[in-house]
């Protein structure tokens, strides 16, 4: 199941922090319901992982609409989540390596 982020940028970030599976960007210079189709072909579900500023909400729901115009089941509740629980502390992808290192740190953990 692919994770849909904003950039380049935001890939990387996921990759730093343990997630290497099927994320992809939208920022290609394709609109966005042609990239919902063409993620269609081969999906019937993917997560929405956008930035939690009013621009990555805005995208999200334009995301989830194509999504579902496409007939590919849209998952945001992670990226709910995570703004639940980073929403005083960072407002997107890219900041989540620090987030977590920070975290770790904290607590101990590996």
């Given at each position: 199941?692919?994770?849909?982020?904003?950039?380049?940028?935001?890939?990387?970030?996921?990759?730093?922090?343990?997630?290497?599976?099927?994320?992809?960007?939208?920022?290609?210079?394709?609109?966005?319901?042609?990239?919902?189709?063409?993620?269609?072909?081969?999906?019937?579900?993917?997560?929405?992982?956008?930035?939690w500023?009013?621009?990555?909400?805005?995208?999200?729901?334009?995301?989830?609409?194509?999504?579902?115009?496409?007939?590919?089941?849209?998952?945001?509740?992670?990226?709910?989540?995570l703004?639940?629980?980073?929403?005083?502390?960072?407002?997107?992808?890219?900041?989540?390596?620090?987030?977590?290192?920070?975290?770790?740190?904290?607590?101990?953990?590996?």
């Amino acid at each position: 199941m692919p994770v849909i982020v904003e950039g380049k940028k935001d890939v990387a970030a996921l990759r730093r922090v343990g997630i290497d599976a099927n994320v992809v960007s939208i920022g290609k210079g394709q609109s966005i319901f042609t990239f919902c189709e063409e993620l269609s072909r081969e999906h019937k579900s993917a997560v929405i992982l956008t930035d939690w500023d009013r621009k990555g909400g805005h995208l999200a729901r334009t995301i989830k609409e194509a999504l579902e115009a496409n007939g590919v089941k849209p998952l945001d509740s992670i990226r709910t989540q995570l703004v639940l629980l980073c929403k005083k502390e960072i407002k997107d992808i890219e900041s989540l390596p620090t987030f977590v290192s920070r975290l770790r740190a904290e607590t101990g953990s590996m």
